[in-house]
């Protein structure tokens, strides 16, 4: 992933908040490499990372993949089908007509619980958008969130520009989640 921003999608209504969400859902937006990692790589991530054969509750949580072109609708649309001789999906395919971003205290969530980086990356990234748009931000939330190997981070903690004591201690938190 290059990076990843949390927001709103799907809706009617201007400048939606998670306390005015009106008709939206929730949604990640997703810019990624596609050397490095497929579009339909990333669709069966979303398949096996929920469970799209249970009926949404609300509109807000539904499940949906907001497409950009044809191209990427077809694409999901075959992983749908693929997904479908498994049961009822409910999962909607529909058109993206514009991504707002979540609040601030949305972004990187996992990161953010984690004062001994969080202190690093504020002097790295004082404005806010630049750390929600940020690759550095996006690759430590995933980590911090349980997503990534310890090999995997070795391969890229010297990119991050962290300091030694918080690669070491980002080390030892993935070490940890692995035992």
């Known amino acids: 992933m290059i990076r990843t921003r949390v927001g709103y999608a799907g809706g009617s ?31 069966d991530i979303f ?10 509750f609300s509109r807000q949580y ?6 950009h072109d044809e191209r990427q609708r077809r694409f999901a649309e075959q992983t749908k089908k693929r997904e479908e001789t498994k049961g009822k999906i409910y999962t909607e395919i529909t058109a993206l007509a514009r991504f707002y971003p979540a609040e601030d205290y949305h972004q990187k969530y996992y990161l953010r619980g984690v004062e001994r980086l969080m202190g690093e990356l504020k002097a790295l990234y004082p404005r806010e958008e630049d750390f929600r748009d940020s690759t550095t931000a996006a690759r430590l939330n995933g980590y911090v969130g349980g997503f990534g190997t310890l090999e995997q981070l070795e391969r890229e903690i010297q990119s991050f520009g962290l300091s030694e004591r918080a690669g070491q201690y ?5 070490s940890r989640r692995q035992r």
Not at 16 to 42: A, V
Not at 62 to 67: C, E, L, M, Q, Y
């Open 62 to 67: 539904r499940s949906a993949i907001f497409v």
């Open 47 to 56: 398949w096996s990372a929920h469970n799209p054969r249970t009926p949404s």
């Open 13 to 43: 209504s201007e400048d939606p908040t998670y306390h005015r969400i009106g008709d939206h859902s929730e949604t990640i937006q997703i810019d990624f490499d596609p050397e490095r990692i497929t579009y339909t790589e990333l669709l």
């Open 170 to 174: 980002l080390r030892e938190r993935v």
